[in-house]
T-cell receptor, first 113, second 115 residues
Framework: QQQVKQSPQSLIVQKGGIPIINCAYE??????FPWYQQFPGKGPALLIA?????SEKKEGRFTISFNKSAKQFSLHIMDSQPGDSATYFC????????????FGQGTTLQVKP | GAGVSQSPSNKVTEKGKDVELRCDPI?????LYWYRQSLGQGLEFLIY????????KSGLPSDRFSAERTGGSVSTLTIQRTQQEDSAVYLC?????????????FGPGTRLTVL
């Protein structure tokens, strides 16, 4: 029940494409859903986060879509650029608990020029 | 410092040896987390410290793993009698309090290799 399942494992798109990464969770106590971006040799960095009281959040070229009834959320990257090539992790936490993050397995994105 | 720092950046050790990994959180952040990232895997929660409260050790994989946080700041993760399966990147994160709306800031990690 603590798992967050993420797909696909890897993704290749052309510059300007719109990669979509999907995550699903089971624990209905989760109330905070961040996405992290990680470059090789670096720690993860927060990209964008959403709470379940909204169905969509947009920050720049990054959009989270959230479906509370299906317990699914996804990341869309508009007008993707080669610099977006990185590993993306979805996560979930229960802010009423310790706030520890439960991470998905990660998606390696390659954006070809 | 401006961000979370960790040391060493790389550690190679022999099976059976003890290792200590250090984390310096962002000044003023009361919450501190340790995670482990195995090759090709997601991040796995290990332990959480919040102020002077008892830590949440629920993610520690075995009693060979322990951690402490001195003075509410620096934290040390200790792995005793290291095994090859302990090889991973150990990441530390800190946040203002606990992550609900509070972002967790990650350090660059310590890459541990157990030969």
């Amino acid at each position: 029940q603590q798992q967050v399942k993420q797909s696909p494992q890897s993704l290749i798109v052309q510059k300007g494409g719109i990669p979509i990464i999907n995550c699903a969770y089971e624990n209905t106590a989760f109330d905070y859903f961040p996405w992290y971006q990680q470059f090789p040799g670096k720690g993860p960095a927060l990209l964008i986060a959403i709470r379940p009281d909204v169905s969509e959040k947009k920050e720049g070229r990054f959009t989270i879509s959230f479906n509370k009834s299906a317990k699914q959320f996804s990341l869309h990257i508009m007008d993707s650029q080669p610099g977006d090539s990185a590993t993306y992790f979805c996560a979930a936490s229960n802010s009423g608990n310790t706030g520890k993050l439960i991470f998905g397995q990660g998606t390696t994105l390659q954006v070809k020029p | 410092g401006a961000g979370v720092s960790q040391s060493p950046s790389n550690k190679v050790t022999e099976k059976g040896k003890d290792v200590e990994l250090r984390c310096d959180p962002i000044s003023g952040h009361t919450a501190l987390y340790w995670y482990r990232q195995s090759l090709g895997q997601g991040l796995e929660f290990l332990i959480y410290f919040q102020g002077n409260s008892a830590p949440d050790k629920s993610g520690l994989p075995s009693d060979r793993f322990s951690a402490e946080r001195t003075g509410g700041s620096v934290s040390t993760l200790t792995i005793q009698r290291t095994q090859q399966e302990d090889s991973a990147v150990y990441l530390c994160a800190s946040s203002l309090s606990r992550a609900g709306d509070n972002e967790q800031f990650f350090g660059p990690g310590t890459r541990l290799t157990v030969l």
